[in-house]
């Protein structure tokens, strides 16, 4: 073939392909039939053409052909990284075709075992570039060991490549323009959705529900800040929410926290388990993928988003900008959300004192007023039972209560007296004259629920509940020690020694059993003071006859 009819062949082909380019809308088809040309064109076994993606920088397969249909195409059609192959990378920046044989001892070692483990010999790449910036990879493979190309055939594959790559860059600046629509639109819904609602508690869970439209995960979770400690308030797709959710830590505890905090900016892990900063929340150890979001307003940081993946190298640089933006409008919805509550919680405070005061003026009589209060503590403080304790001398005397029909013990609260210095709760209280709180007089919950309450470094102590919640405890308790620096002690009484012979004196007459009481039913309030001073003998009997 000489000069002049190559060139006409080459003008056909290229006006065949530019034709083909602008007939079809559907562009992996295109890369396609393009992909079929070039193998042809090259005498080759199979082609495949990909995208080159940044953040990190990988090639993404997005046509492949093999003219034998061999299973082996599917190999073609897998995304890889740069970074392990050098090779590729250099033939992208360089902007030079290059021939590879899988038995040259000079090639590079990714490039020929490649080659070797998809049973081809040779290997041709060609960049795809738009301007002086690579936007793909042709990759042209045979089974022939000793295969070379000519230089006519390299120069009309090379020209084809050219409108190859037009082809790329218009189908890729047309999905970002399609990507960049969605996500706004996706955006715009997911504002909207959050501005839906003023409860903080609804904000809190909506924001999870609305940042998977955004950006995929396998679970995530909400972090708020008080003061230097995060606060774990709303978890999504958690396989143990009761261990994560309210989970509180000192921030400068944790690496990764501490980074999205102080320098305000994402942290993406390709592989949390391979990241000594990385900590499972409330045993989430199948996290691999990990991206750490600031929520931001007014340029300060009030807590953080986290998003898992189950997949290493799930998020990238694109994925981080995506949630950001997600993340400051709801830092926004969480502070408008904030400001309400505390308004509410104001005004409800500020009618309940109102109430009060206007009890206190309108009457002298200690029981309404008494009632009043009890009234308006409800409204600020919900109970299910509570009571008004007078000092009178060295006692205090139940002048007011709610609640205790609920414990059928309701008739008899009334004039209940407890001795100050023998009750520790209310020594306490008359010492300091600060509220005490104790979280719960039994057992009777996950210890997680307990670990919630505890500030760092804090401790619960029980000594009874039910035998399932004190197994836990016993079992959970170094996990809650070494994860959240919180820790549960059991106080246990020592087995019984000597049954047998105490059997034996209890038969024979020598021993016999000491109880106190029994007491009446009307004998409760007696009987309560009695236990209360710790003088009593005994298990304290009440007789229900």
Known sequence: MNLAQENEGLESELVETAHMILSTLDVEQLLYQIAVRLAKIAGMDSCAISSVLPDPA????MAHYSHSGSPRQDHLATDYFLEAYPATARVLESGEPTLVHAKDPHADPAEANLLRELNYQTLLMLPLKAGDRPVGLVEVYTEKP???????KLRRLSSLAEFTALALNNAHLYANEQRARLTAETLQRATAALSSTLDLNQVL???LEQLKQVVHFDSASLMLLDKDHLRVLAVQNHPHPEAALGVKFHFHEDELARKVIEGKESVILNDAQQDG??????????VRGWLGVPMTVRDKVIGLLTLDSRQPGAYHEADA???LAFANQAALAVANARIYQSEREQRTLSQALREISLALSKSLDTTAILETLLDQIKRVVPYDSANVMLVKGENVIIAAHRGYDLFAVDQHMDGFSLVIRETPHLAHMANTRRPHFVSDVKTNRSPFAYARALNPDGTYVTVGGSTP???QALVLRPLLSRLYHKHMRIVTLKPNKDLAYMNELFEAGKMAPVIEGPYKLAEVPQAFRLFGTGNHKGKIIVSMA
């Open 58 to 61: 990988r090639v993404h397969a």
């Open 321 to 323: 900008r995506l949630a």
């Open 146 to 152: 000793d295969f070379e190309i000519s230089a006519t």
């Open 277 to 286: 900063r990385f900590r499972s929340l409330g045993g989430a150890d199948y």
């Open 205 to 207: 869970d909506l924001i």
């Open 469 to 471: 919640r004190l197994l």
